[in-house]
């Protein structure tokens, strides 16, 4: 059975291309308590990977607040990897015209947020997303979408009295890969 692509194996292909060392963001660096803190820099080991994170800590090479970033730093990245981020941020369509703009040319950006999820601040928790708000925010902010996609197919149980269409599919998340044109 063939297993379908990802988002994310877009964003890694897109980055396979590039014939020079790539230069990823990695947003939302600094590891809050009771979240797991992957090592995303396996995604694209031959790239320059510098973190950001809206607090300093352990991790976090720059800090800015990713809705004004592209204003307070000259610094532009062939790629932005942005997991887990995206809903704990107020205006999150400014984080994705920031994020736009933060892109080279030709660069690429993947954002991996939640669809349905618990409740959980790090340090607030503000929005849920669907495929077509991400590919709507970059379209806006002057990016292709490349692929969308949900993953982590999930069950919600509502309490008995909650009218509910139980055959309605639900996801824990959502994922994009778009590009800056050249």
Known sequence: MEVARTPL???KLQLALM???PQILLCGAKPWPMSCHLDHRKHCERADWITTDIESGEGVDMVHDLQTMWQE???RFD????????E???RPWTAMHSM???LLPGGVLYIQTHQTFVLHGYPHDYFRFSREALELMA???GLHPLMSGYDGPCTITPLPDVVWNPLAPSYLNVTICAKRPA
Do not use: G, K, N
């Open 19 to 21: 014939p020079h060392r």
């Open 73 to 75: 730093t000259d610094q």
């Open 139 to 141: 379209t806006d902010s």
């Open 9 to 11: 194996d877009e964003w």
């Open 79 to 86: 790629a932005i990897f942005c997991p887990a981020v995206l």
């Open 88 to 90: 704990h941020i107020p």
């Open 100 to 102: 736009s703009q933060l």
